[in-house]
Structures are given as structure tokens and as C-alpha cells.
């Protein structure tokens, strides 16, 4: 038996990420906070120079994107350290653009880690990975592809040596100021044809057109979520992303540790608003005693802790899971939909206990409560992953 | 017996007033509905000139105030009445702006027409009722009066024949652009030392400065969220709204039947969100049938059915004990749990079987979702609810 | 406009039948409350020897069977009026049975009451009406009819001028000794061949053996729960109720308003649990103050009475709806999916309420909490209504 | 480093308690599921007959009691292999009490692991750990000691050499037929006096009387639920545990980890509950379809899946805190409430998912919802721990 074989069960997780974690948490708290009431953070997300400016600070304090390859200067991160630190950063709505780890990117270069080939790591995938380029991963469309991948209407078509490609998409996160697209897209023609394959493209592109940025209820992701309208975009041939007509098994690449990743930046939210609520509830006095003296407030508390403490359980087991190289499919669903739903009542309940202050921005539990609305969607809706949930277990595969 | 004397339970509303509501909805639907995605239509609510705009349309259509008392043009509506005229209106969230049953204003004009002086009802009740001005209720302050009056700090000191008031409020409803202001404030002096009085003032007033403009979740309050500082205001002697002292009693002469007709214009705003919920799942398709056909989805619906199905009845019994005198003190706090909450859900399961196309202002679903949010806050958060009527039921007076 | 033309809604139900109710309340408080701890009581419901002493007590107390119509002694009570008395019986479990107003004669006598020949009307309806027999309603198969007709399996044939029915019925509540029962089953050859009938037989009967009397959560129906074989039973020609092949018709004429009976008795229990309760909660001291001072206990008293609430009124409105004729499908399943549920949480919070004492039988929660949670499921399980209710808002039937 | 120093999270419990469980869940399945139609399990728990007959099994199986000391035949176990096991014990109710790791004894036996001195280890513990005798604990009183210890009113009096104890108690599970009890009192008189003191007796003891055997809604504990009066019991002077005064630290010494296996045996029964319901889905057929193939019914099922995960992640951690000296208050009390919720929403799905099915003994089901109603309530109510967490919440020492 070797040295790191663990003899029991393990809750601790290693000194060195623990403390990586806190170096995080520090950061965020002291210089990413400050930022919160920046004007450059608007209702599409913040800006990106407000991104880059965030971005300096993070590699002077040492803490941006430690996920990614060391080749790229990161410290290549296990999915456990992930679970730390991007907690740690989403303590701030944006501390994981800060530090480099938010969506889409962070899935995305870690679906290029993964697929890329030499030439494309050397130029996509180390701009995006050092936060020199931002990218986006375009394969929502506004006929429903998206949850249901049957429905991708998007097609790509080889013209002698290059593709074509047609289509639109829709709620594509971070579309303005990108620097690159992974682009899903139905194969027209060849041997492939009818299966999906994905792209890359360089951004900007006259073909890509960005025909508008949607007014969202969430406004934490830099350049917001946009429509597509691409127009006989040529790309070469060798602009496909790993293999042709494999665009659907990339997507699972990309989607269960991004569902996890997800779940763990927005756990840092939910920790936040819970402390803002908290301290409301220790200083307010409401009908004679402390705020928090009420039960109907500090039962909610407690609802919160509970929460918080089942939504890090998940996250931490699928983890563990994904690091020992098993595929998660449910756990990872089950961590998605346990988290999203527990995160959105932690943020809701913190709203209720703020009252009318909740109902401002004058707290940042106002932003959190409305970006946390959307995780029960993106990524699939709760009711997507309990129906594939309940399929399995009825098809005995669970 | 007579003619109007009911022989027995009776759910099938007066034909006029069907009629009425019918007419209303009309008038949203046709003409107030394409005004929601007038840019006029800010954060901080609609603009007062897209209100008088829509006022005038109002006007022409014969839909304008009706509640409001026929001396000023109105058709004086039942509690009865009001339900269905609001609850018609408010299938746009700029429905009862247009036809000037928005909040505050209602609940300001109930009050006036119930407490105010003739020459009170000439300066200020008129032109409150007639749209000519909009008015404020200044009763919440940062400290937390609000749900317990007990923290009121605002003062209200005699100077010779002069009132002088100082204080602060905040979330006040509709401040910008207002032109005049019940403020409540704590009697400092006198034979009232320490009780609450009501004071009528006009606006602006150089004393009452909006140090700002909250920004917050929900966004269909022409006027926004003010915070004010009254720093010496002046009053004459006869500035009091009713009598000296009795602040908090006319706060419940406004507070029962405002929680109510919350209900009722929220009401229709959750129809508005369940009928595009309902259009949507009729039209897309998901994994091989239409949306709606997911019992995911459709158990949704249903639930929607009862929860509005639900709200409707409690408003509909509470404004019946209103009309006939009953303060209905638990009923109408009961209606407001159970309505802001029954509607906070429809609210939320239409935006989540909206998917992505939800969390965008592409529908006003999401408008209505962060408005809706507040309503479980405005008027007394559930909290406060629960713990009155938990109270009288132990008390054994419920 | 006649005397009786409501012009207004109106909650305030007929003073007769207010009277009716609060006699009834009175009897069941004073007279079937003491029977409560009688041992007779069994797991398998009240005995008949129980039933008929009640019964007996009712008679006297001019309180027996006020719905049936008045050639049995009754006075044919409206939907309305059942809403109000069966309420009031429903304060004790044993209450239905007493006055004779439960499940599934009460029903069964409804059905009669509409379909059943005059010859069949004295045989049957006359004795199930005056309480000289109990009747059984033979639908639900082991193998799943019952909620999904489709899988009928019991079998009728004609055989020259007899019926010849075989099959296994299940969950036939009140089988252990019944006086007579409706037999719902496939027509098997004839014109009307794959259509369902009803039949009506006399009890005992040796062709119909009771193989087991089920143990089943709830205790409240004189004869259990029982399992039926019927093997070669033989009936004249003459034994249809109503018309061959309308089996299905019948029972929706059976089933919306036995539905909502269901939700009126049992609306009754819920208001004795929670009486119970905040009689425990005003009297028992917890960590220094009464118990039902402490919110998270006065919280769920309050949570109680907006369960209730909500559960009359969509009671009331249904039966309005149908007194007035209306088949009221939609309301019918509205209003059981509401109060099952609605019942169900207010015998939980109960029970919680009462800590350790609430497990016991030394209050009727106990029991209460048991039967209700067969509520969810018997008359359509709350799955299957909102089924058919999301089905018919997709199809716009709704 | 140490090769049993873990470098890393881990949920891979060890090899051979994995194996230990499987060994334990075999049993189960084979040996104790098949009495589960015994007619020795009455509504009072199993008899004592059926108990001794269970465990002569289990020792032949080599699975009895494997948690208890080394030197009484036990293996020791940790608390997370206890976990493992009793979870595996857990899926059949009668489980625990065939391998002996029930409740009470398995915390009794802890708490005299700790405190006993080796006098009472040999009388006492001895013969309670190998089974010889089952053993109860006295502290729950009618008046509401329990839950709040402020309530404790048995009292102990030190005559002589001898201590009187008077009082009585209530809601002692395990009462008939126990041979020793560990008593609550609080002293009086003496230096300790008001402070709690907890005495071991032997049973039976004519001052201890059986009052009655409570009728409960659970059905699974041998012995019962006892009302015991006290009268004059007279015990020696050394028929203290552990010190005078520290009744109530020994409480805790008993309860948290008590609490936690609780949650591990109700998990079980949750196991076995879904493993009924998704067989039923499976195979039943419903609307022209398998049962789980309907939304309705798998999201269910997914919700189970949800709600099992998060209750073992929640034991497993606990029980590591546990496992290495933290006492794991906030974390008990987690699990607790977790646990107890999400195993009574796991058995309230299942048992709807059978409908009418459900609410019969036909399957054990039944049984599962009205034992696992109690575990809401028992070792404290959830009401009772939020507080506690809330209250630690807001004071800053969660």
C-alpha cells in the first residue's frame, strides 16, 4: 500500500490547496470586492478592461488561473483544488472573471486541454488560457438547441478545401470583445453527414455577426450573452476541433465538469450572501430584540448552513469522483441540480432577511439572487437532468 | 327579504363589473401591452411622460381610475370591484400605471378620500385622483420603520403655527417627480409627545431632497425607489392629515386594503407570465414532442392553475369582508402571504419552463419575476405576516 | 331581477345550513368524540355494531344522513350545504360514519340517487340511504384500474338472461359486511362489447368471497379495505345500473362530487388537528416561554390556517360550480389535488407540534395524520389530476 | 508522512468495512426480510421471542453487533463503520434489531463504553452489548423534559446509603421487557443539588412500573414505548454513571453520536423504500406506459436518488469529524435534520408512487412512513436544532 493510499474516508481536503483557497478568499475580499460598485460593472456583465484591470491584479498577487496547465502558467489544478478555489473566488460575483476561472472560458480551455491539436493549443488554447483572448462556445440556438442537441439546425458544409457554415445562435455568453469561438455545427454532406461537429474561429469575423446583446436578468459574465448570426463563415479545414461528427461526445467533455465548476463559483455566491445576511441579522432590531433573535429568521440561517454545507458535499464527491477519471454522469447532474436549487434558496432566503434593503443593489445579494436564477436553466434545467436522472434509475442504470 | 340580500354562496361577480374588467383587459392587451418594450421603461420604472401618455390613452378608452370616487370622475369601486379591475390591469406591469391604479397612489388617494379635510380633498385628493400629480407615502426609514413602527425616528416638532420635520426615509415609492408627500413622523413635544402623526405636504419641496434613487430588483414604479432627507421642513399647523397622533391608525386604514389590491394587480401580472408559459409550452418541442407535453412542464401549468386559482378566492373573500365593513385584519394578511407567495412561484415556474429564453427581457416574464420577488417584502414581509396571525392564534383571537 | 339573484359575491353561506352545520358540530363534539378511545375502534375502522349506535345517536339528535334526498328521511342537501355539514362531521374521523355521510356509500347514494331505476331505488338506494346497509363501490383492481380505466379486467357476459362476472376487485372499502355493492365491469361479447357496466348486487353473496381484509395506514371505514374474487357471479339480466356500456360515464357522475365530499370531511379533521395543536401549543412551556410562543411553532399554526382556508374556499367554489350545474371537472381536480395536499401539511405540522406526544394515539392526530395521507392517492392520486389538468391547459380546454 | 495519512479527499470507504456492509446487507435480505411477515412483529415492535431468535442468526452469520467493544465479541467499529453497517442493517426495519446495533441499546452501550466504571462495565455493559439483555433510557417526562432539560422533574435524594428516586417517565422506548435502565433525575438536596444525575438500575424493579405501553404510530421498536411511574426506587449509593451533576453532559455524550446512527439505520429503510418504488415503477404499466416512465413518477425517483446521496454524504462527514475527536455539534445537528427530512420525503414519494398499494402492509413501505414520521421529532425536532444552529449562526460560534 502506498503512501497515498487513503485507509478511510477523507473530509480534509490538502493543506496546500486550503491554503491556495484562502490565498483566493483574501484576494477576492480585499481587492475584487472593492470593485463591486465599479461603473464598468453593467447590466451585460463587467467590461473588459474592467476584466483586465482585475485580471493585473490577480497575477501580482499570484492567484490567476492556477487550474490551467503549467505549460501555461497555471498549476494545472485537480477538480478538488478547482472545488476550493473557485469557491473561494465566487465569494465575489466577479472573482472568477478575476482570477480567470469563470464561464465559458475556464470550460473551454478545459475542452481544448482535452481535444486540441499541437498548432491549436499553441494558438488558441494559450491566449485563452493566459486571459490574453476570451472565447465563447457556441452551441445554444434559439430553436431549443441546446438542452435537446437533436434540434442543432447550424451546418457546416466543406466547399472544397474549406467549411461553411450557416446559422444562428443564441445566449452565447461573453459573445462582445471575444477573441475566439467554438462553434457546434451539423455536418451537410460527406461521411459524416448529420452528425455534429465542432470548430474554432478566430474573432472577430465579418461572418459572425454579434445582431444583438440580450437583456438579461444575470449581468456577471463579461460581454454578456449574445445572438449569432453566422453568415457562410469559412473556416479551413483543419479548423475542427478533434475529430469530425464528434461534436456531441466534446459537448460531454465539456459539460460535466462545467456543470461542476458552475456549482462551485456559485457556492462562493451563496456564501457570500449568506454572511451579509448573517451580519444583517446580528446588528438589526426588529419588534424589540436582534433581527436574528427571531426564529423565523435564524431558522432560516440554518436553512442556509444546511444548504451550503449538502451544496460543498456534492461538489466535493463528484470531484473526487471525476479526479479518479469516472465519467460522474449522474453525480455530476445530481451535484447540478442539488446545488443550483440549494444556492438559489440560500440567495432567496438571504433577500427575504435583508427586507427592503435586500430588494437594492445597496448589498450584492440583489445580483447574486438574479444570476443564481439562471443556474437551475443553464446547463441544463433542473428538469432535464432529473429526467435523465429518473431514466436511469427506471432503466436500472443509475 | 329584499332583492340584494344573497341566499346563498355566490362566486359569479356582478355582470358590470365583468364587463368592466373585460374592458380593461382589452385596454391592456391592445394598447398598453406594446408599450413594454418602450425604452421609456427604465430601471428606476416608467418615465412620468410615458405615464401621462398612457394616461391619456386611458382617458380616451373610458378605463381611467375607476376606483377612485365619481366627484373626481372615478366609479367609486367596491374592494369587489377593485378586484377585478386590478387584477385586469395588471396583466401588463405597466397596466395599472396607465390606468392610474398603481401603488402608492391608490393606497394615498383610499386614504385622503377616507381621512382628508374638504380642503384637503380639494388641493390634494383631487389632483392625486384626477392623475394630475403623483404621490408619495413616507413611512419606511433606513433604520427599519416600516414592519415595526416602533423605530419611527422621523420628528415632527410645533414651532409657533409651524410644523418642523426632520428625518430620513428610504424605498419611497415613486419619489422622483412626485408632487406631494404624506409623511408620517413621531410627535416631538406636546400633548402627543411620542406618537406618530400623518402630514401632507406639497412636492418638491427644497426641505425634502432625494439624495438618490435606490437601484433595485424590480422596475415598474414610475418614480423609482427615493431615498429622502427632510432637513427642516416647514409645515403649516393644519398640514395634518386627520388628527394629531393617530398616524398608525391611518396607516391601517391603508395598509389592509393596499395589501389587498397589491394582490390584485399582482395577480394579473402572474395570468400575463402563465399564459406566455402556456403559449411557449405549446409551441416548442423537446426531445421528440412538444414541451407541454413533458409532464416536467405540464405539472407545472397545473400548479400554476391552482396557486392563481388560489389567490383569486382569497382575494375575491377578503375584499367581500372589506366591502362589508370587516377590517379583516388576518384575512388580508393572510392574502397577502398567500398571493405574493402563490405568485412568486407561478412567477418562477414560467421563467423556468422558458428556459434561457426566460432569464432574457425577450418575455416580460422576467420583469415580472424580479417584481413579484418584492412583494413577498413590500407591505409586510411574510415574515411579519405569519408571526401576527401565529400570534392571534395562540392569543385565541383569530 | 328575482329575489334569489345574487348581486354581489357572497361568502356568507345560508343561516339554515349554518345552523344545520353547527349542529352537527355540536353533536360530533359531544356525542362521537367520547367513541373515539371506544376499542371497537379497530385498525380496520369503526365496527357496524360501532356504526349503528352512532348512527342511532344521530337519528336522535335529528342529525343522520341530512344530504339524502327527503323520501329517505333527508333533506337533499345542495352541494353547498354538504360543504358546510360534512365539514362539521369531519371533526371527529368517526363523525362521517355517525351522521352517515361517508365515504363510499355517501357516494354511492349520489350515484343511485341519479341513475337508478325506480324498482332499484327502493331496493338498493332506500336501505344504503336510511343506513340499513353499507354499500361498496367495486372499481379499483389489484392490477391498476382505478386510476387508469384502460386496465379494467373484471369481465360481464351475458349468458342467456343472467350476467355472468368474474374478476378481482381491490381496496374495496367497507367490504366486510356490506349490504349490497356496484360492480364496474368489461362488457365481454354483446354490442356493447370492451365497454364497461355497472351493476348492482346484493351482499353476501357466495360468488363474491372477501379473500383478506387489506392492512392498510388508515382506519377510519367501517369494513377496511377488502379483497374481492368474484367467480361466476350470476345477476338478472335486469342487474345493470343505468345503461350497458356507460360504465365510465357513471363514474365521472360519481367521482367529481365524491372528490370533493372527500375534501369537505376531511377538511374537518384538519381543523380538529390543528385545534389540538394550539391547544397544546397555548398550554406547554419550551425553553422558558409557551411553545406557541416561539415562532417556529407559531409560524406552522399560522401556515395552518391559510392551509385551511384555502382548502374551504376551493371547496365552496366547487361546490357552487356544481350546485349550479357546471360538471366543474377542472375545479373538481383543482380542489382535491388542494386540500389533500393543503390537509396533508396541516396534520404533519400538527403532529411536529406535538412532538413525541403527536406519535401517539393519546390524541387523534395520530390517526388523522395516518388517514389523510391516503387522501394523495384514493379518488386519483394528486399525479394523475395534474395530469389532466396540464393536459387540458396545453390542449386550451382548460 | 505516514502511509495512513490520506493526501486527498476520499468517499471510498475501506475494503473491509465495504465488505462488512455487503455481509450485513446479505443478511438482511436473506435471513431478517423474510420475518418482516412474522406476526411476532406487532403494532409494539417485534417480541422479544423474535428479537432473540434474529440475533441467535445474525451470530451464526458472524454479523451480530459489530460496533460494540472487542472484548464483548464486537469488532469496534468506528463511527464511520458504523455508518456503512447500520445503513446495510437499515434496509429492513428489523435490521438493527437483529444484528443489535438498535436503538436504544446501540447508544446506551456507547455512553456506557465511555462512562461506566469496570464494575458496571461487567454487570451492565457486558450483557447489554452481547445481547443478553436490552437496556433503556429513562429521560423523557411527560411534562416535556426531553427536549428542554430545564424541564426535568424525577428527582433523586440521597437517604443513607441509598438514593430515592421518584418520578415519572414517558415515551421510554424499549420499556417492556428491558433488564436494566439508565434514569435521569435531578438531585436534591446535597451538594448537586438541581443537577441532573443519571443511575443505572436493574430491571424489572417493582418501583418501576409500567404503566402502560404507549399506541404509536411506529412500529419497529422491540418493547415498545413505555410510561413508567417511578415510586421510592431505592438504588445504592454507587448506582451512579459516571459523576453526580454531569447527567446532562452524559446526555450529550450519548446523543450526538446517537443522533448520527439514527440517520444511518433510517437511511437504510430509505434504500429499501426507493429499491420498492422504482421496481414498481418499472414494472406497473399506467396511461400506456410503464409507471416510470411517466415524469411524474421518475422525477420522483430522481428526487430519491437526490435526497439518499446528500443524507450519506452528510453521515459519512459527520461521522469522520466524529471519528476523530471533534464532537461535531453543528454537524449532528445537521445530519440530523437532514437526514430526517429527506428520508420522510423519500418515503412519502415512495409510498405515492404505489398508491393505493402504498397505503397497505402489502409491502413495507407502509411500515417505513409512519417509523420514519418519528425521526422528525425524536432525539430532538427539527425545530429544535434550527434553533440551535440558528442561534449559533448569529452568535458567531457555528
Not at 6 to 30: G, I, M, S, Y
Not at 138 to 164: F, H, I, K, Q
Not at 188 to 200: K, N, R, S, V
Not at 243 to 259: M, N, T
Amino acid at each position: 500500500m502506498s503512501a497515498t493510499t487513503p485507509l478511510d474516508l477523507n473530509f480534509q481536503p490538502p493543506a496546500e490547496l486550503v491554503e491556495l483557497a484562502d490565498k483566493v478568499k483574501r484576494f477576492v475580499t480585499e481587492t475584487v470586492i472593492p470593485y463591486e460598485t465599479d461603473p464598468r460593472w453593467t447590466a451585460h456583465g463587467p467590461t473588459d478592461e474592467m476584466r483586465r484591470e482585475l485580471n493585473d491584479l490577480a497575477r501580482k498577487a499570484g492567484v490567476f488561473a492556477p487550474h490551467v496547465p503549467t505549460e501555461f502558467g497555471g498549476r494545472d489544478l485537480s477538480t478538488v483544488g478547482q472545488a476550493l478555489v473557485f469557491e473561494a473566488a465566487g465569494y465575489s460575483m466577479l472573482g472568477p472573471m478575476a482570477i480567470h476561472c469563470a464561464s465559458p472560458d475556464e470550460g473551454n480551455i478545459h475542452l481544448l486541454d482535452v481535444v486540441a491539436r499541437p498548432d491549436q493549443r499553441q494558438h488558441f488554447l494559450r491566449r485563452m488560457a493566459t486571459g490574453e483572448i476570451r472565447s465563447i462556445f457556441c452551441m445554444t440556438e434559439p430553436g431549443g438547441a441546446g438542452s435537446d442537441p437533436a434540434l442543432l439546425s447550424t451546418t457546416a458544409r466543406l466547399d472544397g478545401n474549406e467549411w461553411v457554415i450557416n446559422g444562428r445562435k443564441w445566449l452565447i455568453t461573453g459573445a462582445e470583445g471575444a477573441g475566439c469561438a467554438i462553434i457546434m455545427a451539423k455536418n451537410e454532406g460527406g461521411p459524416m453527414d448529420g452528425h455534429a461537429t465542432m470548430f474554432l474561429a478566430d474573432l472577430p469575423d465579418p461572418a459572425i455577426r454579434i445582431s444583438r446583446t440580450l437583456d438579461t436578468m444575470d449581468s456577471s459574465f463579461t460581454g454578456g450573452h449574445g445572438e449569432l448570426e453566422i453568415t457562410n463563415l469559412r473556416l479551413p479545414a483543419d479548423a475542427v476541433l478533434g475529430e469530425i461528427g464528434k461534436g456531441f461526445r466534446y459537448a460531454q467533455v465539456r459539460l460535466a465538469p462545467a456543470r461542476l465548476t458552475h456549482c462551485m463559483r456559485w457556492l462562493g455566491s451563496a456564501n457570500r450572501a449568506h454572511d451579509i445576511a448573517t451580519a444583517y441579522a446580528r446588528d438589526r432590531v426588529a419588534f424589540g430584540k436582534k433581527l436574528g433573535e427571531h426564529e423565523g429568521v435564524s431558522f432560516m440561517l440554518a436553512d442556509n448552513a444546511m444548504d451550503i454545507h449538502l451544496a460543498r458535499l456534492a461538489i466535493w464527491h463528484c470531484a473526487w469522483l471525476l479526479d479518479k477519471g469516472n465519467k460522474a454522469a449522474s453525480e455530476s447532474s445530481m451535484a447540478k441540480v442539488i446545488c443550483s436549487e440549494a444556492i438559489a434558496r440560500v440567495a432567496d432566503r438571504c433577500l427575504q432577511i435583508l427586507g427592503g434593503l435586500g430588494m437594492t443593489r445597496d448589498t450584492v445579494v440583489e445580483r447574486i439572487f438574479r444570476d443564481v436564477r439562471a443556474f437551475r436553466i443553464y446547463d441544463g434545467p433542473s428538469e432535464v437532468h432529473r429526467w435523465a436522472l429518473g431514466g436511469r434509475i427506471v432503466a436500472g442504470k443509475f
